[in-house]
């Protein structure tokens, strides 16, 4: 998945971030900068436009979320340490970069990270905010959150109108369990009188399939 | 008409007021960080109050299709407490961040010593993070207020171009004129200015330099002030260019040096974060 990024990232950037980018994970690489006074920075470096990558996984991403990627994936630590290192920029950080940490650990699970990030997750699904919730949901989580806190961020997601096709891994996940919810979500709409999404009713439906 | 509110505490407002300011024109605006009514008693609330102004209220005001940019600081009035002072440590944290613009409200309240320190302390801030700097000045005691807020800038080394010296009436506005510093109005229903007499105040003072704000907060106050402003102007016969340059051009002008305005067309904001179906407007309002 870091190929894909890289790729994509490349054809997207300009000389200048490109140059800065590589300048950037090199001085992370080799331990001379923290990555605390480099991550904030990326968006105005590299840009914050669309990444537009074909690639399923990398679906709503951006190119900050990307340069943020390949940040991470140049820590040269791994386990608790890098857990500790991902949590602090997390903590610390925008929502671009929380949300930037979030995109990163599918690539960075690689990298003995274990579940250690899972309370990131959870934090990100508390949040009212649709970019960190669809950030949250991604192939990390779908290997990592147990299912009904899986489900639970998957029904978040038609909630506050995260397009169900940014969510990773949901026609291999979706259960009966989740298609229950998302119909029961659907009644409730129709006995309002509002309209189902599409996207809501196809979920919904899957009992019978 | 577009306009551009450098100083309103969206925090406290309602989305109700995220829609009238964007009816009324407004397309981006600047919330300084400040006191919040109730008086904070440690540095965490001040951490979450900054990771709001960062994160959610940002969003928030995305919904609406209006740019929110921050000033982060430690106020004057929470200056004097010694639970908040240390907020100074973690500002540096906060400067480095891509909508954060200025450094401020930085001012006087009662004009102690505490109040010194943290202002002195703040203006260093900005010097070292290159950003420019938003002075509150005190509603009580004014003119001695804004003489001694002067005093400081000019001994801190700062210059003039980068500090914009606000809330800014009829006795005070000749002081900071002479100055080089950027002149900021707070037009409120009550107090403080109001739309004829700034309209006055641009007469006799021109239109160089000179910012006019809501600073809509948690009291009486009106976030379309700044459209009212606008409206007195033309009717004051002023153009549509000129309406432009002090609603809009001005405060880009001040606040784009710290080269983090970010005001490309923001209608539709990201892919995920769509404006009709998100999560302030779905389920809430249909």
């Known amino acids: 998945m870091l190929e894909d990024v890289s790729a994509a990232l490349s054809a997207r950037l300009d000389p200048a971030g490109a140059t800065w980018l590589a300048e950037a994970c090199d001085r992370v690489r080799e331990g001379r900068q923290a990555l605390g006074a480099l991550f904030p920075a990326v968006g105005r470096r590299c840009g914050r436009g669309p990444l537009g990558s074909p690639v399923a996984e990398l679906c709503g991403w951006t190119i900050d979320d990307a340069a943020r990627t390949m940040l991470l994936a140049a820590v040269p630590l791994d386990g608790d340490a890098l857990a500790g290192e991902i949590e602090a920029l997390y903590r610390h950080g925008d929502a671009n970069e929380r949300r930037g940490v979030l995109r990163a650990l599918a690539v960075l699970d690689g990298a003995g990270l274990g579940n250690r990030a899972l309370p990131l997750i959870r934090d990100a699904l508390r949040t009212n905010d649709t970019r960190l919730v669809a950030a949250a949901l991604g192939p990390y989580a779908v290997r990592h959150l147990e299912p009904a806190a899986w489900r639970q961020g998957v029904l978040k997601c038609a909630f506050v109108g995260v397009p169900l096709a940014e969510v990773a891994g949901l026609a291999e996940r979706a259960d009966t369990e989740l298609a229950r919810m998302f119909a029961d979500y659907a009644n409730e709409r129709e006995a309002a009188g509002r309209p189902v999404p599409e996207d809501v009713r196809l979920v919904a439906e899957r009992k019978e399939a | ?286």
């Not at chain 2, 450094?103 to 002195?120: H, I, K, L, Q, S």
Request: charged share 25%; glycine share 8%.
């Open chain 2, 1 to 286: 008409m577009r306009i551009f509110d450098p100083h309103i505490h969206m925090t406290s407002r309602t989305t109700d007021d995220y829609e009238a300011m964007h009816a009324a024109g407004v397309r981006a605006l600047v919330e300084p960080a400040f006191w919040l009514g109730q008086p904070r008693t440690s540095v965490g609330t001040f951490v979450d109050y900054f990771d709001g102004l960062i994160g959610w209220e940002p969003f928030r005001a995305s919904q609406f299709g209006i740019r929110h940019h921050c000033a982060i600081a430690l106020n004057p009035k929470e200056a004097n407490d010694e639970r908040c002072v240390p907020v100074l440590e973690v500002l540096p944290r906060y400067l480095a961040k891509d909508g954060v613009v200025a450094v401020g409200e930085v001012g006087y309240d009662a004009m102690t010593p505490e109040e010194d320190r943290a202002f002195a302390a703040q203006v260093e801030l900005a010097i070292e993070h290159e950003l420019p700097v938003l002075v509150h000045t005190p509603h009580r005691d004014k003119a001695v207020g804004v003489r001694r807020s002067l005093d400081l800038v000019k001994e801190s080394g700062i210059v003039p171009e980068r500090v914009l010296v606000d809330h800014l009436n009829e006795v005070t506005v000749g002081l900071v004129a002479e100055t080089g510093c950027w002149m900021g109005f707070s037009i409120y229903p009550e107090t403080k200015m109001d739309e004829q007499r700034m309209v006055a105040i641009l007469r006799e003072f021109g239109l160089d330099r000179m910012i006019v704000n809501s600073a809509a907060d948690w009291g009486r106050s009106d976030p379309l002030k700044t459209r009212k402003t606008a409206d007195a102007m033309l009717a004051a016969g002023y153009s549509a260019d000129d309406v432009d340059r002090v609603l809009w051009r001005n405060p880009t002008e001040f606040y784009g040096q710290s080269g983090r305005l970010l005001l490309e067309d923001l209608e539709p904001a990201e892919p995920s974060a769509l404006y009709a179906g998100n999560s302030i407007l779905r389920g809430a309002r249909k």
